[in-house]
């Protein structure tokens, strides 16, 4: 059977792996790397995906995409405030969602996290020597419907069959419980690049039951980033009274600085932050400096209001769970953000004790969703995950009202079903409006679809019999269906495009990705050819140089052959001319050596018959004495 891989789609990492002789192992990337930055960027006709990326950001701040996660799967409505503060450049789409801007084209977060689905695949497929195809993808606990359906949908124009969506938390329990035999309350505090959650889960046995989940998914390790730059430029702007936040290329340095400094403080008591030349002096127009310490009382300082959100949802997990703290076993640390000090602080004084910090926070998810993929394709047995869904669902009702059929934290998958009845005399139908959320008003909480029930005859209001069914597959996807029983007229809807992409505008993304991975596989081609052949030039040019004794008629085939290859390599030479070059040139040194090398023989056969000449006249001087 074909492999299949666990992929853990960070907001600021990602991370594959895959179950090699019964063990998740992660998988390093073809920088030699076990994580791969969530970055992409477009740089003239290039596509940049990872490290790569990331590197140039600073002079390509517009074109260069990061935080994606933060947008997939939401409106602009939910997420204008972020969409404002970062250096390139986000748009409110036609259809009410997210698009990034670069250049003449838009993108949606889908596409972008597409991108780096890709890159990472690939690469794993050439480390495995086998095309992968296959995948489970994690995604935070308290992710919506719309947003669970938007990762399917990256993975899908990535060219994968997405086996499942899972939990991060959850994931993080696969990986830390798998050789666990007795019976835990686990629960595991992920604080990752974007998002924050909490689940608490029951380990044992080779079961895994979710209790409870709770999260804030717009809380995360970029806003601690953000906390740093804001200190920064605030400063900055009332010594000099410049924004460094309106420049987007010193807002990007500002970001890199202040990520790196947030890494060092989870190490040293301070950290020095330097930008020569960030800004120009509008009076002097003499270039400005900034430099200054931030230590890390000064960082926890900023961020305690950050730290301060995540009380809420811990407490709503156990509360939900219906356990005291006193009753969990083990704290598991997801998310690189768990490693700043002041994190591990508060999770030790809500909690009452010290956190298991056996597991990698950058890889456990990865690891887990490699497991759950062995699962799934029959690698690993003996393993029961029981998920939950992170928000209530149910139907819009008179007086817009909120009527929930499936409450939070409810094991999935699960099938409930609930009797309406109409609200006025002569009705011939009903429009059923799908929401998710916790508030009592409709209005309040996130709409996933509508779709009518309709051709049942006039009667009087109350008497018609409407069976709603919720359905939650093990994805956490919905499929909603409404049956009036006398007639039995029945309409259903698979809540999907809550994305707000459409399923033609999916398959048209699938159909360019498909296009730019053949435009991407021949600029690699092209690019790998150019290398190669001006590494020849550079090694025959040493081999010229270095030739003691060579004439300049025998130098002068490959000289002449470098000369036309440096004209190439000035130019935008086709791929099959490029390898036409390498094996001229490769011919023409290889011939020129050969040549060297007899006329070296020769001259190695002319210099030892000389010494046998020189010792035959010695031999002849000499005598015996007397």
């Not at 961020?303 to 709503?316: A, C, D, H, K, T």
């Not at 910090?357 to 029981?386: K, M, S």
């Not at 009527?403 to 009797?419: F, Q, S």
């Amino acid at each position: 059977m074909a492999k299949a891989v666990g992929i853990d789609l960070g907001t600021t990492n990602s991370v594959i792996a895959i179950m090699e002789a019964g063990e998740p192992t992660v998988l390093v990337n073809n920088e030699g790397n076990r994580t791969t930055s969530s970055v992409v960027a477009f740089k003239e006709d290039q596509r940049l995906v990872g490290q790569v990326a990331k590197r140039q950001a600073v002079l390509n701040p517009t074109g260069t995409l990061f935080e994606v996660k933060r947008y997939i799967g939401r409106t602009w409505d939910e997420i204008k405030h972020e969409a404002e503060r970062a250096p390139y450049d986000v748009v409110k789409g036609e259809d009410g969602g997210v698009r990034f801007v670069v250049g003449d084209k838009k993108y949606t977060p889908e596409e972008i996290s597409a991108l780096v689905l890709r890159k990472m695949v690939d690469d794993a497929s050439t480390s495995l020597g086998e095309k992968i195809t296959k995948a489970v993808i994690t995604v935070p606990a308290y992710f919506n419907n719309s947003q669970r359906e938007a990762t399917q949908n990256a993975g899908k124009i990535a060219g994968l069959e997405v086996l499942r969506i899972v939990n991060e938390p959850t994931a993080a329990s696969l990986a830390y419980g798998l050789d666990k035999k007795g019976n835990e309350t686990v629960l595991v505090f992920d604080l990752g690049g974007g998002t924050f959650d909490v689940s608490i889960l029951e380990v044992g046995d080779g079961v895994f039951e979710v209790r409870s989940t709770s999260g804030d998914t717009h809380l995360g390790g970029s806003d601690m980033d953000y906390a740093i730059v804001n200190w920064l430029a605030e400063d900055f702007k009332k010594e000099y009274n410049v924004d460094l936040r309106k420049d987007k290329q010193a807002l990007q340095r500002l970001l890199e600085a202040s990520e790196k400094a947030k890494i060092e403080l989870s190490g040293l008591p301070e950290s020095t932050i330097s930008l020569p030349f960030i800004a120009m002096d509008p009076a002097s127009n003499a270039p400005l400096y900034l430099e200054k310490k931030l230590t890390r009382s000064t960082f926890e300082d900023l961020i305690s209001p950050l730290l301060g959100r995540v009380r809420g949802p811990v407490e709503q997990a156990l509360k939900d769970a219906k356990i005291g703290k006193d009753e969990i076993d083990e704290i598991i640390l997801v998310g690189g953000s768990t490693r700043v000090p002041a994190v591990k602080k508060i999770v030790k004084d809500m909690l009452g004790k010290e956190p298991n910090q056996t597991v990698n926070p950058d890889e456990v998810v990865a690891l887990g969703a490699a497991i759950q993929a062995g699962v799934l394709i029959g690698d690993v047995e003996d393993i029961v995950l029981l998920d939950v869904t992170p928000l209530s669902l149910g139907v819009e009702t008179k007086g817009s009202v909120f009527t929930k059929l499936i409450e939070r934290n409810t094991t999935v998958p699960v099938r409930k079903t609930e009797t309406f009845t109409t609200a006025e005399h002569n009705q011939t139908g009903v429009e059923v409006h799908v929401l998710q959320g916790e508030r009592s008003m409709a209005t309040d909480n996130k709409s996933l679809g509508r779709f009518k029930l309709e051709g049942f005859p006039p009667m009087p209001a109350g008497m018609p019999q409407i069976e709603i069914t919720y359905d939650i597959d093990a994805n956490g996807i919905l499929h909603v269906t409404a049956k009036e029983k006398s007639t039995s007229k029945e309409a259903s809807i698979t809540i999907q495009n809550t994305t707000t992409l459409a399923e033609d505008e999916v398959e048209r993304m699938v159909n360019d990705a498909r296009a730019h991975a053949e435009d991407d596989r021949k600029a690699r081609e092209y690019a790998e050819a150019k290398n190669q052949l001006d590494s020849l030039r550079l090694q025959a040019k040493k081999v010229v140089d270095d030739a003691e004794g060579a004439t300049d008629d025998q130098k002068a085939p490959v000289l002449k052959a470098v000369e036309e290859v440096e004209a190439a390599l000035g130019t935008d030479t086709p791929k099959e001319r490029l390898e036409e070059l390498t094996k001229e040139l490769a011919e023409k040194l290889q011939a020129f050596q050969q040549e060297l090398g007899a006329a070296g023989a020769a001259a190695g056969e002319a210099g030892s018959a000389a010494e046998a000449d020189e010792d035959d006249v010695i031999d002849a001087d000499f005598k015996p004495a007397g």
